[in-house]
């Protein structure tokens, strides 16, 4: 795999890793709900795997590895996600109010991340599949 893409996936899993953190603290402290979090982890994963389905993961000839580009859809993500992230309050904060609001917006980036890790790795495994680098799925 191009070392871009290992790096991008090291980064994207240690923020998630924090995030997790921060929202497992809050909740463990009871300053937030469980079923908050839980719901913005599954709103966020719905829309990571969508994205990540969408990722530009492909095979690259001439250095014989996997490499991925971030593409016109990765873009419009990055844009939407800080538009969110910078009108959280406005959007949700009719709702949700203080330490909820954080640690919803904390699971909606958590559970994107780890859909869109999740889909990325499917598409690199099916890739190296395809080249014969792993061995064929088993059933």
Not at 34 to 45: E, P, Q, R, T, V
Not at 61 to 72: F, N, T
Not at 91 to 114: D, E, N, R
Request: with cysteine; charged share 20%.
């Amino acid at each position: 795999m191009h070392k871009k893409l290992v790096f991008r996936l090291r980064r994207l899993a240690v923020v998630l890793i924090i995030l997790i953190a921060i929202i497992a603290y809050d909740i463990l402290l009871k300053h937030a709900n469980g079923w908050f979090a839980l719901s913005g982890i599954f709103c966020g994963y719905l829309l990571g795997t969508f994205v990540g389905g969408h990722a530009n993961v492909h095979w690259h000839e001439e250095s014989e590895k996997v490499i991925a580009k971030l593409d016109r859809i990765g873009i419009i993500v990055l844009i939407l996600y800080l538009c969110f992230s910078l009108s959280r309050r406005w959007i949700l904060g009719h709702w949700i109010h203080g330490i909820q609001l954080t640690v919803v917006s904390f699971g909606i980036a958590a559970g994107a991340m780890t859909g869109r890790i999740l889909s990325m790795r499917k598409q690199i495994r099916e890739i190296l599949r395809g080249k014969g680098i792993l061995p064929p799925k088993t059933k």
